[in-house]
């Protein structure tokens, strides 16, 4: 096909000149020659006088773990001496009436004494509000006191203010403890009430629809079918008595329904002689045809 094109076009599939040959940058491995391995017994003796004065340096995880130590000694020497400086009954800035105060915690920073003072009066009238402040950073220290003006209104925040949301997190209540509570120490001082609560407890669901299995003794075909025998022993007779008659009853309403087999066996013969009648038409018919074919080829 190719010896049909022009000049021009035979150029294009003119084969390309042969690669120029270059020796192998590697040598043949069954050539190679390579150095003999020999033991290393004799430079164990080296090793043991080797770095002596090494010091190894720590691992990043080495690290986090000792700034941690320091940091947890650090706050136990502050909390010894701000518990010696602690005393609640002499505090300027405590409420009134310990017996009156509720304890909040667990509040956002941006929450004022405003919309705090706003959800307490629904249990009862506040008397002054205190959300205690961090002056280094300018915000609030994430909670709060409230004193009310009724023992029982700070009873029923108590019961009731447990897990309300307010500016996106769930207030944690508690009564103030450190004056009437003798010994009481706050976490910061390593007192407190241990892990921080997080609102009402979970509610348990449960699913009635679907009863848990019990467990049954495993039982021999031997056994199962004697059981089953007196199972069928005992079951009531009335019970059979009863579903004979539904037979009974199933059975007569059949009958009077499908009429008598008289007429049934009528209808059915015309259909069955009705069937036999265009059975014949059609072969009439078709014979027909087939005469008329053959008359046409015989012209």
Known sequence: MTSQLPPNLLRLFAPRPPLPYLPPVDPDPKNRKLPKYTGVAKYLEEHKTHDLDYIPTETMAQ?????????????????????EMWDPLND?????????????????????????????????????????????????????????????????????????????????VDVERGRTVKGWLPKKLGGGLGKKRVGHPPRQFHNHTRATPKERPVESRSERKDSRSDRDR???????????????????????????????????????????????????????RMDDRRDDRGR
């Open 234 to 288: 005992e079951r009531p007779s009335d019970r059979d008595r009863d579903r004979n008659d539904r037979d009974r009853e199933r059975y007569d309403r059949d009958k009077s329904y499908r009429g008598p087999r008289s007429d049934r066996d009528r209808y059915d013969h015309r259909s069955d002689r009705r069937t036999y009648h265009d059975r014949d038409s059609e072969r009439r018919w078709d014979d027909r």
């Open 92 to 172: 300027k800035n405590a409420t009134s009436d310990p017996y009156k105060t509720l304890f909040i915690s667990n509040l956002a920073y941006e929450t004022t004494e405003a919309q705090l003072r706003k959800v307490m009066e629904a249990y009862g009238e506040v008397k002054h509000v205190f959300t205690v402040q961090d002056h280094n950073r300018e915000r609030s220290k994430g909670y709060a006191f409230v004193e009310f003006e009724k023992e029982s209104g700070m009873k029923v925040a108590y019961k009731e203010a447990e897990g309300v949301k307010l500016n996106g997190r769930r207030m944690l």
């Open 63 to 83: 690290k986090q773990q000792k700034r941690m130590e320091e940091k947890k000694e650090a706050i136990a020497k502050k909390a010894v001496k701000m518990r």
